[in-house]
């Protein structure tokens, strides 16, 4: 009888390479798609193209964390709160500059 303990983890590190190839991928889709924005001025309202580079910022920064950082895995509850809450408080103190400013 053959152990197949070695072939369950092979395979789950065969997935995995295929998620992070697929999301490399994806990364230089998203890098490209803003390059084409700025570079082809085909969204001619400014505000807008700001508002869709920071949308594939943001997805880009999620898939990177997602994927490439592992806190998709078990066991990553403290290192996702931290970034949640560290997220949480640049909101805070950056919108508090903003008021601050334009009040």
């Known amino acids: 009888m053959e152990n197949h303990s070695k072939s369950i983890p092979a395979r789950r590190m065969a997935r995995e390479k295929q998620y992070q190839l697929m ?10 798609l803003a390059f084409l924005a700025v570079g082809s001025e085909a ?3 400014r505000p807008a193209l700001v508002s869709f580079i920071i949308i594939l910022a943001l997805l880009q920064v999620l898939f990177q964390l997602t994927y490439f950082m592992h806190l998709k895995d078990k066991g990553h509850k ?3 709160g ?5 997220g949480f408080a ?6 508090g500059i903003l008021l601050w400013i334009w009040w």
Request: aromatic share 22%; proline share 4%; hydrophobic share 60%.
């Open 78 to 80: 403290y290192p996702v």
């Open 90 to 95: 640049t909101m805070v103190i950056v919108f």
């Open 23 to 32: 999301v490399y991928g994806v990364s230089v889709v998203l890098t490209l």
């Open 43 to 45: 969204i001619q309202n």
């Open 82 to 86: 931290f970034l949640f809450y560290g």
